[in-house]
């Protein structure tokens, strides 16, 4: 597994949201930035937060939920000045 800014926020999309997840990611992208998702970079990330909390709250009123993984997304994005940072060792969980 490499260690693009896709390849990690796909690890914490699916713990966060389910494996289903990767194609509605995947989609947003696309339309938000209009570029193939692997070439998301950091600096994409904080746009790409304020995008999915947006469009995640029509999908669901589960606050804590959107909240708790824009925190996650914050992370990644914060870890380009942290390099010890590796979201790839973390396991998967669904909701």
Not at 22 to 46: G, M, V, W
Not at 56 to 79: G, M, P
Request: overall charge negative; some cysteine.
């Amino acid at each position: 597994m490499t260690n693009s800014v896709y390849d990690q926020l796909l690890v914490i999309t699916r713990r966060r949201l389910g494996p289903l997840s990767a194609s509605y990611i995947c989609r947003q992208i696309s339309d938000r930035f209009n570029k193939p998702p692997e070439q998301l970079t950091h600096q994409d990330l904080f746009e790409l937060i304020d995008w999915l909390k947006e469009r995640l709250s029509l999908l669901s009123h589960d606050r804590h939920l959107i909240n708790e993984y824009a925190s996650d997304l914050y992370q990644l994005a914060a870890a380009k000045f942290n390099s010890k940072h590796n979201y790839a060792e973390q396991p998967e969980h669904s909701i």
